[in-house]
């Protein structure tokens, strides 16, 4: 008998014990270190905040040359050139809040489409209905599909989320250009006079860019959509049903209104990754300095700027580009603050129900 | 009696040989069908097919890029790949061995800054959970998760590069491990909140230390959640190129040289490799990005597979 062997050993154990090592008061030592320890966790706490200050400051201090040559003027000028040393981030500024918001028109779509998807268990139920023509819908094992085929798409999408962007930019550069630019071209020759269309895609532009943006944000407006709809009271939706209403009645009406806060939390902060996202966007969008707004003309935003120009970077150059990433933390400081501020209202009032 | 008492009474009770009145009388069922003709179930129809076909088409892309990556990237796999260094132009074969060490070697180094700080942190958050400070905190963390990864390569340019006066693969892990504190806090606070409170106060009942209770409760209980969030922040830190492009730049070297291992020089990875050879007019480069990219995405897939096996005894408990 195993136990009683391990029982009488402890009891042999424990009477080797002196019970004043055991049943004692934390030593000074012992107190010492759980303040020292209390301490530490406090500081690495502390430093979060810090971090952001550091952060924000050291991109600051080292943009100062630079904010006190060219002022203001640096975000409304338009030429790039470090040989004149006229520098201005003016298409980079449009390019980056272009090719985002495009890209969170098409990935909100698809995000918000495939948050009521998985939250309104439509796979399950077609995974059901194929089973019950096959009268299998209450089998043990083929039964349980319905269930794992919804977490399988859950966890498909977020694997869309774990894909790199540089892997995400290889594929742009060598599949998407080469399959979409027939069809641009076509496009330019047909509807040239559509400001969206006035240019030809000779290769890397603002199309494939955000075509590709729009799929790395997608993961993340469909979590967040998702986990907002799914958090929506039950009663709420039997209420609607009560009613009379239809499934996209409810959906409408209901469902999507009392999640909007977390849906629109969930779009916010896709538009923060969007606008700081580099690597996808520095191989795709053509490093062009140009305002247009054709969709197929190169472009150049922000954090594609940074990654291109700062590895060639002079010693003149870096304030400049320093300057230029302090434009981007803002615009992306605001956006992320705003989105976490607006999920924080959604998750305290989905509490307060 | 008085009748007219009862014949309220009857009026009331339905007399038993009466028949039982439909509910359902004058409903006409086959307007509560699904059906094509009616406005109100056309839509609901129309817009099911349109969710779930968008829902599919978000998916394509996925089945595209890993479909690619396999064929592209599938013909170039050997072991070759593991163990020479990348080529120079024109050159035919080589690899990128020194690439996935330097990957490695910089998740790992980042992951070494970030652990310990990021899971006290998330201690502190999860202990001293009212305080306006975990707030902040919080809040702070919050906002860093959703922070520019180019930026974070630019701050590490500034604080270690400019500082050093080199490229180093440890600007490298500076700049990933700014990219992975939130995760790694964010999750160690959720995973230490879960710990039942009645152990944490056992624990205490039993005259423990705060101190103790932490490490010896309510860390070794929150384990399997804090290596999730690990995990999940090595294998984001992993695929980032953007933060290394201009910390660690690249090296056409091993780390090593003569035996020793130097940490204050360029470094090759993976996600820069792929970045600086899609970008060449040369077949071979190409191919070997393609490559590239498939074994990053095998890495940054087997950490995300290891943090959810980490997860999975949690759930089901």
């Given at each position: 008998m195993a136990s009683v062997s391990s029982q009488t050993q402890i009891r042999e154990e424990v009477a080797g014990w002196n019970p004043g090592q055991i049943w004692q008061p934390p030593t000074r030592a012992q107190r010492w270190y759980d303040n020292a320890f209390r301490r530490l966790c406090f500081i690495f706490a502390v430093f979060t905040i810090l971090l952001i200050a550091w952060l924000v400051l050291e991109i600051a201090f080292r943009a100062m040359p630079a904010f006190r040559q060219y002022g203001l003027n640096f975000i409304y000028s338009t030429t790039w050139d470090p040989n004149k040393a006229q520098y201005g981030i003016l298409p980079e500024i449009w390019g980056t809040l272009y090719t985002s918001l495009l890209a969170l028109v098409v990935g909100s779509a698809f995000g918000v489409a495939a948050a009521i998807f998985l939250s309104e268990g439509y796979l399950g139920e077609i995974v059901f209905k194929g089973l019950k023509t096959v009268k299998?819908?209450?089998?043990?094992i083929w039964g349980k599909l319905p269930e794992r085929f919804e977490l399988l798409l859950k966890n498909l999408i977020e694997l869309l989320a774990a894909v790199p962007s540089v892997v995400y930019g290889l594929w742009g550069l060598f599949v998407i250009i080469p399959m979409i630019r027939p069809a641009c071209n076509w496009l330019h020759e047909q509807f040239g006079w559509f400001p969206l269309f006035s240019?030809?895609?000779?290769?890397?532009?603002?199309l494939p860019a955000v075509f590709v943006l729009s799929i790395m944000i997608l993961p993340t407006i469909t979590a967040i959509s998702r986990d907002a709809l799914v958090s929506v009271p039950p009663k709420l939706r039997m209420a609607a049903y009560g009613l009379g209403a239809t499934r996209w009645e409810t959906i409408l009406g209901v469902l999507l209104p009392t999640a909007s806060r977390g849906i629109f939390g969930g779009i916010v902060l896709g538009f923060g990754r969007a606008l700081g996202e580099t690597m996808a966007l520095a191989m795709?969008?053509?490093?062009?300095?140009r305002l247009t707004v054709s969709l197929f003309s190169p472009a150049n935003t922000l954090a594609a700027l940074l990654a291109n120009s700062f590895p060639e970077a002079g010693a003149k150059d870096i304030p400049v580009l320093m300057y230029a990433a302090l434009v981007l933390l803002a615009i992306t400081l605001v956006v992320n603050i705003v989105g976490a501020l607006v999920l924080e209202r959604a998750a305290g009032k989905a509490e307060a129900k | 009696m008085s009748k007219d008492r009862i014949s309220s009474k009857q009026e009331l009770i339905p007399a038993q040989n009466d028949p039982v009145p439909n509910p359902?009388?004058?409903?006409?069922?086959a307007e509560l069908e699904l059906s094509l003709y009616r406005p109100r179930t056309l839509i609901t129809i129309i817009l099911s097919s349109l969710v779930t076909c968008m829902t599919f088409l978000a998916l394509i892309p996925l089945f595209a890029v890993l479909w690619m990556l396999i064929w592209r990237g599938g013909q170039k796999l050997s072991l070759a790949l593991f163990t020479q260094l990348p080529p120079a132009p024109l050159e035919q074969g080589g690899g990128f061995g020194n690439a996935i060490v330097g990957t490695l070697i910089m998740v790992g180094l980042a992951a070494l800054i970030t652990v310990p700080l990021g899971v006290l942190a998330g201690v502190y958050l999860a202990e001293a959970k009212g305080s306006q400070l975990a707030e902040v905190v919080r809040f702070a963390a919050k906002v860093l998760t959703g922070f520019p990864s180019i930026l974070a390569g630019v701050f590490a340019y500034g604080a270690v590069v400019l500082a050093t006066g080199g490229y180093s693969a440890i600007a490298g892990a500076i700049a990933l491990s700014i990219l992975m504190l939130p995760t790694i806090i964010l999750t160690s606070e959720s995973a230490v909140a879960m710990v039942p409170a009645k152990m944490k106060e056992a624990s205490i009942g039993l005259g423990a230390t705060g101190a103790q209770t932490v490490w010896m409760v309510l860390l070794p209980t929150a384990m399997p959640g804090i290596l999730t969030g690990v995990m999940l922040a090595v294998a984001r830190a992993a695929g980032e190129t953007a933060p290394l492009l201009f910390t660690a730049l690249f090296s056409n070297?091993?780390?090593?040289s003569s035996g020793r291992v130097d940490f204050m020089q360029p470094t090759a990875s993976l996600a820069v490799l792929i970045y600086n050879f899609s970008g060449m007019p040369f077949a071979n480069q190409v191919e070997l990005a393609w490559a590239a990219a498939l074994v990053l995405v095998l890495l940054v897939l087997i950490f995300n597979l290891i943090g959810q096996s980490f997860s999975q005894p949690q759930i089901q408990q």
């Open positions: 299998l819908q209450h089998h043990p240019t030809t895609l000779s290769g890397p532009g603002v795709l969008v053509g490093n062009a300095n | 359902f009388e004058g409903v006409d069922f070297y091993w780390l090593a």
